[in-house]
Antibody, heavy 116, light 113 residues
Framework: EVQLVESGGGSVQPGGSLRLSCEAS????????MNWVRQAPGKGLEWVSY????????YYADSVKGRFTISRDNAKKSLNLQMNSLRAEDTAVYYC?????????WGQGTLVTVSS | DIVLTQSPLSLPVTPGEPASISCRSS???????????LDWYLQKPGQSPQLLIY???NRASGVPDRFSGSGSGTDFTLKISRVEADDVGVYYC??????????FGGGTKVEIK
C-alpha cells in the first residue's frame, strides 16, 4: 500500500524557518517525481514545488521561489521542504504528493502556521 | 500562467440524480503528444484530495464508473451519472500541460440538497 506521511509542521513567527519531511512507503520512491501542494485554511489547492525522480530537476511556484528548497533522499525514501523567511500567507496544510498519471497519491498533510 | 475557471462554485445535488461540473482553461490543454493534460480531484470533508480522472477522460484506479470526464482544448466537464451521498466534497480540476508547473481550478463544492 502506497503511503506518504508528512511531518515537521507547526507554528512559527514571520521570518522564521521550518523543515517539512515526507516519508514514502509501498512503492519504489526513486522512480517517481514528487510535488508539494499546499492549502490555506478554507481555500483551494496551490502547487508549491516539484522534484523529479533523480532530484536533478526542480521547480518552484513564484510565491515561494528563493525562500523554499525542495530535496529528496532516495535511499531514505524521503522528500523534504526547507522553508525560510516564512510569511503569514504561507500558513497552510502542506501535502506531499506523488506524480504519475495525475497526482495519484497524497499524504494526509501537515499544518504550518505563521503568526506573531 | 494558465488559469482554470470552474463552474458552478456550489452545486446542491439530489441523490440518484446526475451532476456536472465545468472547467474552462485560459489556454489549450492539448499537449503535442495528443493528450489533454487535465485531471479531476475530489477532496472529501476532512480528507486529502484524491484523483478521480486523469488526462481528461481516464478514470483512476478504484474510481466508480458513475464518474466520467470529457472535453478538449479549453473546455472540460466532469459528470456524475447518479450522485451518491459519499460524493460530497470539493471537486478541483488541475492542468499539467506545462508540467511540472501545474495549476488548480478554484473548486466546486458539491453538497446534498
Amino acid at each position: 500500500e502506497v503511503q506518504l506521511v508528512e511531518s515537521g509542521g507547526g507554528s512559527v513567527q514571520p521570518g522564521g524557518s521550518l523543515r517539512l519531511s515526507c516519508e514514502a512507503s509501498g512503492f519504489t520512491f526513486s522512480n517517481y517525481g514528487m510535488n508539494w501542494v499546499r492549502q490555506a485554511p478554507g481555500k483551494g489547492l496551490e502547487w508549491v514545488s516539484y522534484i523529479n525522480s533523480g532530484g536533478t530537476t526542480i521547480y518552484y511556484a513564484d510565491s515561494v521561489k528563493g525562500r523554499f528548497t525542495i530535496s529528496r533522499d532516495n535511499a531514505k525514501k524521503s522528500l523534504n521542504l526547507q522553508m525560510n523567511s516564512l510569511r503569514a500567507e504561507d500558513t497552510a496544510v502542506y501535502y506531499c504528493a506523488r506524480v504519475a498519471s495525475g497526482i495519484d497519491y497524497w499524504g494526509q498533510g501537515t499544518l504550518v502556521t505563521v503568526s506573531s | 500562467d494558465i488559469v482554470l475557471t470552474q463552474s458552478p462554485l456550489s452545486l446542491p445535488v439530489t441523490p440518484g440524480e446526475p451532476a456536472s461540473i465545468s472547467c474552462r482553461s485560459s489556454q489549450s490543454l492539448l499537449h503535442s503528444n495528443g493528450f489533454h493534460y487535465l485531471d479531476w480531484y475530489l477532496q472529501k470533508p476532512g480528507q486529502s484530495p484524491q484523483l478521480l480522472i486523469y488526462l481528461a477522460s481516464n478514470r483512476a484506479s478504484g474510481v466508480p464508473d458513475r464518474f466520467s470526464g470529457s472535453g478538449s482544448g479549453t473546455d472540460f466537464t466532469l459528470k456524475i451519472s447518479r450522485v451518491e451521498a459519499d460524493d460530497v466534497g470539493v471537486y478541483y480540476c488541475m492542468q499539467s500541460v506545462q508540467t511540472p508547473l501545474v495549476t488548480f481550478g478554484g473548486g466546486t463544492k458539491v453538497e446534498i440538497k
